[in-house]
């Protein structure tokens, strides 16, 4: 039997300033159509379509809309921020298409057009809170850019930090690609925080290290999306950041990769988007066509540990701290469900979660 | 700071729907369950087990009083209207049930969660105003008891100031609000026993005219 050709939409920013993150989740995508097409077990071969909006939020829309009616291709991996990716969810509804989200973001949300292949808050921002607060105190800051992921994981970091019996010390947000952080610096130097909790991201973020480094260097920095595919523009200032995230390089236990290794959680969430659609269509002719929902309705999606209610997955988080330039793992749970809405932990589920088993300190 | 939105508890939550069976009540359906409520659809009427419900979705199209085990406004929990014809005439029907949510039809990918938050925070507001005006009104009902009991208590040439203060102090040692006082002192009239009597802790004092 012949290989069905499939063409699959790649839409990553690999200009503007989050083109690292951009090229990571494209990097992770073309290696596993890569392989894919060279897997005699498949019987699809992928032909990727690329666009690249350069980091402008109004190309995405436009460009995405291209992809699903100027080519066959149904499915997109692809888009980085929660902006962008709420931009075009209306084109996936309008054409029958699907995103397939490879980065962390803040939760509230659950598209029947969108999978998303990376971690939401229950398994970057709750857990990193509940290691932290015990270790550095609750005397929290908070900055962040200034779009819904700042401000979303800031609302929620604040209130788990009030939960825990801390305090919010400050929040304070910059427009994506400014990097005029002063302030934040003044007032974190005033307020002498236990932590600063960074949400932000891009120049602004490596700007904000940068000076952290050079005039508060004692305080702990705690992010959710800073990862491996960053360390080439943060350098030597990111040294003793902590970070959480459902993979850090060499770590095992990432989702049908089999011991292979990725440079980022961000390459690995993209390559797992395509590996997980190539199974989902193998030995199902005109699968390619279907509707997400009945995509999913298969065992093998089970095997991905996709949650059917909400289209998120479960997935390990590892706390890592950057050393000598690399992420080390200090604290790791291995299975996490999905909880976008943050609505399971409310009814005092929190006291009998499993606590992260400390790795090294 | 800014004081932050209350997020109700929404796992194990439950919601009815009332409608008929429609790719509406699927839509809407995998966005409850997505958030972590049970779902349940009723239709034509709401059953009993309804008055439990934390939530009720109900179709605004073809909605009316009767499906409702409740006075118009009245329910029990908070009403989120599902809105197909934008006319006024149905838009006033929905708001007569109290709904203080809405959710426009075609339901597609979004748009519960923040029906659920917003229809709450203005149900528990609209019940606690509710509440307070009740309150208020009372108070204002009460305002001629208030009048007859310091006429009666400033019988005997004392004048209404201080027959007012010993008023007021009389509900303090009593710990009763100031309506409730005027209400005994006036039930008690110009009969039993003396006004005095009524409040021996405060009795004799406060009588006399300031200097």
Known sequence: MGRRDIEIGLLFSRHGSYALIGEAGRTGALRAIEAVNSDPALDVTFHPVERDPRGNIDAYQPLCADILEATAARHVIGTTTSWSRKEIIPTLERAGGTLWYPCPYEGFEASDHVVYTHACPSQHLVPLMDWAVPRFGGRGYLVGSNYIWGWESNRVARDLILAAGGQVLGERYLPIGDTDIERMIDEVRATRPDFVLNSLIGPSSYEFLAAMKAKAGSVPILSCNLTECELPAMGQVAEGLISSGPYFRGARGWPASDGIDFGSSFEAAAWLAVRMLADLLAHRPGAERMKLQDLLASSRAELYGIDRATNHLTLPVLIAEIRGGRFEIIARRDAVAPDPYLSRRQRGEAPSRPSLTVVSR | ?211
């Open chain 2, 1 to 211: 700071m800014r004081p932050g939105i209350v997020v109700p508890v929404l796992d194990d939550a439950r919601a009815v729907i009332l409608h008929r069976p429609h790719p509406t009540v699927a839509a809407l359906s995998r966005q409850l369950r997505a958030i972590g409520l049970t779902v349940e659809t009723h239709w034509p009427d709401l059953r009993a087990e309804a008055i439990t419900a934390d939530y009720i979705f109900f179709d605004a199209d073809l909605g009316h009083d009767a499906q409702f085990p409740w006075r118009p406004g009245q329910s029990p929990m908070p009403l989120i209207a599902l809105i197909g014809s934008e006319a006024p005439g149905r838009i006033e029907w929905a708001l007569s049930q109290g709904a203080t949510g809405q959710i426009i039809k075609p339901v597609g990918d979004s748009g519960v969660f923040s029906a659920l938050l917003i229809a709450r925070q203005a149900f528990d507001a609209r019940k606690a105003q509710e509440a307070a005006i009740a309150d208020l009104r009372g108070r204002l009902s009460e305002r001629q008891t208030i009048v007859q009991a310091v006429a009666l208590l400033a019988r005997g040439n004392r004048d209404e100031t201080v027959a007012y203060n010993q008023l007021r102090q009389m509900a303090m040692a009593w710990r009763v609000t100031i309506e409730d006082a005027a209400q005994r002192v006036v039930s008690h009239g110009g009969h039993g026993p003396a006004i005095r009597d009524l409040c021996p802790t405060c009795g004799g004092k406060g009588l006399a005219r300031p200097a």
